[in-house]
């Protein structure tokens, strides 16, 4: 069952990735051949109009495939690819990942507007040689404010927290069994790393939740903004970590996963519930867009980035020189696929499972 649901989800992402290709390329008037879901033999297809509609033997990607879309074939045709303005070929390139936002936002919007989980407020533990124990705060208390401003969840306790990280104390409102009280509570300084490798003081309570939740439902219109905000945040927090690898302030190796990390991610969230999952479908939509748009070979953004030159160069690149670029980018993408595998193997667990059966088996 969990196989079938990560073959679903992989499937929903390239699925809505080409088909913003083969949508742009229709409207760009360009011949689309072949729509494939999947790589390598073809298993089942179907033709209608000129193009052709394949599910392939090889479940990891799948391809569009548009007339006229490389030198050796194109003949000048007007309804190719290359006898296409820069403009349109640039739209062609771009709506795949436009498209994976697109998924991403409607996902949010699902989620938003149909219910999900928000944490509350509520005081799970107390921290030993910290400022909520020694204030009088106990386990059970209901922050509902911080320095006056309103708490109705853990979030935005967290928002707050953030806000007032540099005073020595802040004034803390509880519910207590229906009753309001009020402490002053001092904050012990600690430097963290974020999840985007960047190192910064916070002034931290000394508590944790207890783990209540609350199913929050938004309307329509607030529903559409929430996933907006959820879509800009995700992309801002992506910019930073992939800027944090590039700088080796974060961890390639802690920080990214591959097709065996998502299908281990893809069962926990399914198990989660509807919810969890097409929050999880978003990410990984929106995730996807942007890594498309990087300006590597064999990218999108590598394609777009060719454009880009050809229409400063007012000509394409020599097909040496592409040749080369694009063959630099396949090296390096199978190295990098190569690495994120045996990381997702350790990280998971597997290298060890494996290490154990071959002592249990050979090993006396």
């Known amino acids: 069952m969990d196989l079938l649901v990560f073959f679903i989800v992989l499937s929903i992402l390239i699925v809505v990735h080409e088909f913003g290709h083969f949508i742009a390329a229709k409207k760009a008037g360009v011949r689309v051949e072949v729509f494939s879901l999947g790589f390598g033999k073809k298993l089942l297809s179907r033709k209608a109009g000129d193009t052709e509609y394949a599910v392939s033997m090889l479940p990891f990607g799948g391809y569009v495939k548009m007339a006229g879309d490389n030198a050796e074939e194109a003949k000048g045709a007007p309804d190719e690819y290359l006898s296409s303005p820069i403009a349109k070929r640039f739209r062609i390139i771009f709506f795949g990942p436009l498209f994976n936002y697109l998924l991403g936002i409607l996902f949010f919007w699902i989620v938003f507007a149909a219910g999900y989980p928000r944490l509350l407020p509520a005081v799970g533990t107390l921290i030993d040689d910290m400022g909520a ?87 329509i219109a607030n529903a559409f903004i929430l996933s907006l905000q959820r879509t800009y945040e995700l992309t801002v927090l992506t910019y930073q970590a992939l800027w944090s690898m590039a700088t080796g302030q974060l961890s390639v190796k802690d920080s990214v996963t591959g097709p065996l990390g998502m299908f281990v991610i893809t069962s926990e969230m399914s198990r989660l519930g509807l919810s969890a999952l097409l929050s999880f479908i978003a990410i990984l939509s929106i995730s996807l867009g942007i890594f498309n748009l990087l300006p590597l070979p064999a990218l999108d953004g590598g394609h777009l980035a060719l454009l880009v030159v050809e229409k400063i160069r007012r000509r394409p690149l020599s097909k040496k020189a592409e040749e080369l670029f694009n063959q630099a980018g396949f090296g390096f993408l199978i190295l990098l696929a190569a690495l994120v595998f045996l990381n997702d193997l350790a990280k998971f667990g597997y290298i060890d499972k494996a290490r154990e059966l071959y002592n249990s088996f050979f090993v006396k």
């Open 133 to 219: 124990k020694a204030a009088g705060i106990a386990v059970g208390d209901t922050i509902t404010s911080i320095e006056n401003s309103p708490v109705r969840y853990w979030d935005d306790l967290q928002r707050e927290m953030s806000r007032n990280r540099d005073r020595e104390a802040v004034r803390v409102t509880v519910n207590r069994g229906g009753a309001e009280l009020v402490f002053q509570v001092q904050l012990k300084q600690r430097l963290i790393t974020s999840e985007t490798g960047r190192k910064r003081n916070i002034g931290l309570l000394g508590i944790t939740p207890q783990g209540s939740t609350v199913v929050v439902r938004a309307n």
